[in-house]
């Protein structure tokens, strides 16, 4: 079963517009913590925001926010006022503990492609 | 300017031919990863290292190796037994291996074997 699920292959947004990347995820742990990635296409991997299972408030980093759903199981990705710059792949990715399913692995979803319009 | 490296940026190779990959971190993390990606596809773990002279095996470590004899790098071998090795490979380290620590990576190898 998947573990991180990502169902937007693609994405299109206006220049200045916020846009809201969906994120799934699947753990019977209690203690785990939810990633955002950005991959441009020249292939690094850029970390953006964490949030860990326990934690009351959703996650920010500048224009970067985390609406964390823990009953529903979702972590999606707002990004607000877009930038070209914004254009690349994002990852979703889940961590959980040592000993649990994936020995505290970083375990990805398939990414969603983001297009920013001018 | 901390960070990982990994070199060379693109690789290539003929089939039936072993090829290395370098990765290197002056970040001080513990724990140091290799990861596979394909086109259109997300990350998939090949080997992990929690400390030194320690690995275990990811999802689809049939067809690589690696050694981590310096906490500071963790080489990967592609050998020839990897049926469809060519890739975009990345490298990436953390503090540990706890679920609260985010995993920074280089700038991966585009390996294609001909």
């Known amino acids: 079963a998947q573990k991180i699920t990502q169902t937007q292959p693609g994405m299109f947004v206006q220049e200045k517009e916020a846009v809201t990347l969906d994120c799934t995820y699947d753990?019977?742990?209690?203690?785990?913590?939810l990633f955002w990635y950005k991959q441009p296409s020249s292939g690094e991997m850029i970390f953006l925001i964490y949030q860990g299972s326990y934690d009351e408030q959703n996650a920010t980093e500048g224009r970067y926010s985390l609406n964390f759903q823990k009953a529903r199981k979702s972590a999606n990705l707002v990004i607000s006022a877009s930038q070209l710059g914004d254009s690349a792949m994002y990852f979703c990715?889940?961590?959980?503990?040592?000993?649990?399913?994936?020995?505290?692995?970083?375990?990805f979803g398939k990414g969603t492609k983001l297009s920013v319009k001018p | 300017d901390g960070g990982i490296t990994q070199s060379p940026k693109y690789l290539f190779r003929k089939e039936g031919q072993n090829v290395t990959l370098s990765c290197e971190q002056n970040?001080?993390?513990?724990?140091m990863y290799w990861y596979r990606q394909d086109p259109g596809q997300g990350l998939r773990l090949i080997y992990y290292?929690?400390?030194?002279?320690?690995?275990q095996k990811g999802d689809i470590a049939e067809g690589y190796s690696v050694s981590r004899e310096k906490k500071e790098s963790f080489p990967l071998t592609v050998t020839s037994a990897q049926k469809n090795p060519t890739a975009f490979y990345l490298c990436?380290?953390?503090?540990?291996?706890?679920?609260?620590?985010?995993?920074?990576f280089g700038n991966g190898t585009r390996l294609t074997v001909t």
């Open positions: 290292s929690q400390i030194v002279n320690d690995f």
């Open positions: 970040l001080n993390h513990d724990a």
């Open positions: 990715a889940m961590r959980e503990g040592l000993y649990g399913g994936s020995q505290g692995n970083l375990i």
């Open positions: 990436a380290s953390s503090i540990d291996q706890g679920y609260n620590s985010p995993l920074h």
């Open positions: 753990t019977s742990d209690q203690s785990y913590g």
